[in-house]
């Protein structure tokens, strides 16, 4: 059984940082691209930050400069470090897992983990 679990959201200050975690499980982790996409109130999932099996990071523009991913393959786990928050980065934030085999998309989703910037 996939798992994806999300966890570190919260609420904080505009120009605070948070630290969002997905800890993987039921899956080969290392083999697969692993990304975070966050949807707002009123708005549709968008894309935030995708980071490659291979290790290789793409950022949307609108978190380039602030936000960096990483991964852990030794524990399976994703991490977006979020710097300089906005409150137009209030969202749900979800983990996404992502591998493609001979046409065949496997894709898996967290439960999301709320991010509320507020003064």
């Known amino acids: 059984q996939v798992q994806l679990v999300e966890s570190g959201g919260g609420l904080v200050q505009p120009g605070g940082s948070l630290r969002l975690s997905c800890a993987a499980s039921g899956i080969t982790f290392s083999l697969y691209d692993m990304g975070w996409y966050r949807q707002a109130p009123g708005k549709q999932r968008e894309l935030v930050a995708v980071i490659t099996s291979g290790g290789e990071t793409d950022y949307a523009d609108f978190v380039k400069g602030r936000f960096i991913l990483s991964r852990d393959n030794t524990f399976n786990t994703v991490y977006l470090q979020m710097n300089s928050l906005t409150p137009e980065d209030t969202a749900v934030y979800y983990c996404?897992?992502?591998?493609?085999?001979?046409?065949?998309?496997?894709?898996?989703w967290g439960q999301g983990t709320p991010v509320t910037v507020s003064s």
């Open positions: 996404n897992a992502d591998l493609m085999i001979k046409g065949i998309d496997y894709a898996y």
